[in-house]
């Protein structure tokens, strides 16, 4: 029987605005996923919240969330599949990480910045959740006379 080999990964999860207004559920949701097929979460945290380039769903804006996780080399395509077809979830983009240690990884935990940003989130309203689209002004154009 052949041995279970168990690789280092970084995944970048890109998450819609309507998640963050639940954003318990949504850092709950990532680890569901990864921990449903045999990984193991090293560390995990908001990498940023920005207007995306292009619409997504209809969608303006995202949050991303950084994860440094082990897990099974046969059980990567199935968290992939699963991360695709989640509702939740716009975007992943899953690498191996070789060129960081299980420490280096450890060390960008944000457990705490998670947790802080959660109850944040859940004291606000939910129209202060998202921020209202505000059209952008048009560049001025100087005619040559």
């Known amino acids: 029987m052949a041995e279970k080999r168990i690789c280092n990964y970084e995944a970048m999860f890109l998450l819609s605005q309507a998640q963050a207004a639940d954003f318990t559920a949504a850092v709950a949701h990532v680890r569901q996923l990864i921990e449903k097929f045999g990984g193991t979460i090293l560390a995990l945290r908001k990498w940023d919240e920005r207007r995306l380039a292009f619409e997504i769903k209809k969608q303006k804006r995202g949050i991303y969330l950084l994860c440094y996780f082990t897990s099974p080399t ?7 599949r699963a991360c695709n077809l989640s509702e939740g979830i716009f975007r992943v983009l899953i690498i191996k990480a070789d060129h960081l240690t299980v420490e280096e990884m450890k060390a960008a935990d944000d457990a705490k910045g998670l947790e802080m940003e959660a109850k944040l989130r859940a004291s606000q309203p939910a129209m202060a959740a998202a921020p209202a689209a505000q059209p952008e002004p048009e560049p001025e154009i100087e005619e040559e006379v």
């Open 74 to 80: 046969e059980k990567l395509a199935e968290i992939e």
